[in-house]
């Protein structure tokens, strides 16, 4: 019989050695036939699972919400800077990636993973907060720079009205909700953010598709901060090329904003 040579390399997505791409087994020409969409495809690639339209639409909508946020962000100004800075596309991309992470944008799966297991546990949410603090932590998936309980965010609101209307449970996300209910006491921009709530919905999406221990490895993978990162880099190649089109100069920060303490 023949003798198989160890691979270098295992793969257990996608498979290009046919006519034509298979994606998770589903090749290409099906996808575009039952006009599957992006969620699709990242249900395949990133879950290995076909999950049902609901589902896939929620994904997409988290795409949609979280593409922009305007010029002022974290990652925007990166980008922005670096465009005007004269570099090529890509590197304005990454560099507003790279300012993805526990404070921007990168919060999902850690609000995920610690909403999960404060409800899991029977923790109450004015617990949960207290422990956080007492171990010097913030809550992740809780505050924001500009939205506050009066100004409350659009985002997070069309999540949860899809989510009302289409989730068979909201356990997380209600538990996310109660959080912050407690967190708005101590200050009024303590709010669910998008983070907290893309996180907290996911957990009751992927708990309805999926069984417990498959939940926890998508968690523990850091799969979730990749969909806000999918979706910004929208917005990050809008405010490159917007700069590009527009042949902005290169960014100098004014020194009358900086206050100079070198003494
Ligand atoms: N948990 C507990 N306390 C908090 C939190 C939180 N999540 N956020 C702010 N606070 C406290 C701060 O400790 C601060 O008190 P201190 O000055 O005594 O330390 C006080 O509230 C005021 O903080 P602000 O200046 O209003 O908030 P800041 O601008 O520093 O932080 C941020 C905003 C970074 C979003 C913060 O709320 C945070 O770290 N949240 C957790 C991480 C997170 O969810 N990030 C995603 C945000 S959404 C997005 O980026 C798309
Ligand atoms: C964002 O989506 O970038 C934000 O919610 C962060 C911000 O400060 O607006």
Known sequence: GHIRKATHIVSTISDDRGEEPLYLGIPISKVIEEQMGI???????????????????????????????????????????????????????????????????????????????????????????????????RVEGIGHRIKTAENQDKRVE??????????????????ARAVESYTLQKANNLVLNIDGCIGSLLVDLLSSCFHEPQVKEILELGALNGLFVLSRSIGLIGHALDQKRMKQPLYRHPADDVLYATE
């Open 39 to 137: 969620g699709d495809i990242i249900s395949l690639l990133w879950f290995k699972k076909k999950l049902p339209r609901w589902a896939t639409k929620f994904i997409e909508m988290c795409l949609l919400v979280a593409a922009d946020h305007g010029p002022c962000v974290s990652g925007a100004h990166n980008t922005i800077v670096t465009a005007r800075a004269g570099k090529d596309l890509i590197s304005c991309l990454c560099s507003g990636l790279l300012t993805i992470g526990p404070r921007f944008g990168g919060a999902i799966d850690d609000a995920a993973i610690n909403f999960k297991k404060a409800l899991d546990n029977g923790i109450a949410p004015d617990v949960f907060v207290e422990d956080l603090k007492r171990q010097g932590r």
């Open 158 to 175: 069309l999540l949860c009205q899809y989510a009302k209307q289409h989730f068979p449970s909201m356990k997380y996300f209600n538990y």
